[in-house]
């Protein structure tokens, strides 16, 4: 029996072990201190231990300064302008053109090239003067009006009563609707009303006047309508003496005597006060 139990020892000592060592436990960082304190070289770090600690986040010390951590608001936030800044107005201010020296044309003898267009002053500004005005001037234009009608209508003349109703109706109408807006530019090559080209050679004259309470530059021109009334607004438009300068380097400065409309209405006006 005991040789036999010998034989079996023996054979279950020949068989190979199955148990699997234990993983060893990764190193700690009172180890690797440890370790490095000793002289001994520390094992490296599993890869998922160092991805973990590559993913968590740097902490700040305590009573550390946050202030070097975290990036200054104000540099990164835009700066923008203050509520209360205005634009600044365009400027009406006359610029002289160009001096261009002229030469003769090599194709067309006796002709000059032609030279470019250059823009001096662009501006918007009421088609006409206008004024408000009290109700004693309509009271009195209708007055008027029926006053010359019963007097061309006893006379059997109908057709002056409709010539006298149409003009009181004009009147009513320019003294209630105010004007619309132009665009004007004025060039080297002329004047522009709008659409409206008048060149150089059409002027014949211009001034200064006063109509319904604003200033106004008259230019009398050869063709309809014969004279153009710019309405002249402080910081609008140009000044009287931007105008000067550049009109009176062509055209002359001269008031036109009065036709005999103007004198008429004037004389109106000075006997019979509307307002």
């Not at 302008?81 to 003769?104: F, G, I, L």
């Not at 109706?169 to 009303?193: E, I, Q």
Request: charged residues 20%; contains cysteine; glycine residues 2%.
């Amino acid at each position: 029996m005991s040789d036999t139990a010998n034989i079996l020892t023996k054979a279950m000592n020949l068989l190979p072990s199955t148990d699997k060592p234990a993983p060893a436990a990764p190193p700690t960082s009172a180890g690797v201190a440890s370790s490095a304190a000793s002289g001994v070289a520390p094992a490296p770090l599993a890869e998922a231990e160092l991805k973990s600690s590559a993913a968590l986040p740097l902490q700040t010390p305590v009573g550390a300064s946050t202030s070097s951590a975290l990036p200054a608001a104000d540099s990164q936030t835009p700066k923008t302008a203050p509520a209360n800044s205005q634009e600044k107005p365009p400027s009406y201010n006359v610029r002289m053109p160009d001096q261009v020296k002229m030469e003769e044309s090599k194709v067309a003898p006796g002709y000059r090239k032609p030279i470019p267009e250059q823009t001096l002053v662009e501006w918007d500004a009421p088609a006409r003067p206008f004024r408000k005005h009290k109700k004693q001037f309509y009271r009195m234009v209708i007055f008027i009006a029926l006053l010359i009608c019963l007097i061309f209508f006893f006379a059997q003349q109908i057709l002056p009563v409709a010539v006298v109703i149409s003009v009181a109706f004009l009147v009513y109408v320019s003294s209630v609707v105010p004007p619309h807006d132009l665009h004007y530019k004025l060039t080297n090559y002329g004047l522009y009303v709008d659409k409206d080209a008048y060149a150089w050679y059409e002027m014949l004259r211009f001034w200064f006047d006063e109509k319904a309470g604003q200033q106004v530059l008259n230019i009398d021109v050869v063709r309809f309508p014969n004279r153009l009334t710019l309405v002249l607004l402080p910081n609008q438009t140009p000044s009287q003496e931007d105008f000067t300068l550049v009109l009176s380097e062509v055209i002359l400065q001269e008031k036109a005597p009065l036709s005999t409309f103007e004198k008429v209405s004037q004389w109106l006006e000075e006997k019979i006060p509307l307002e």
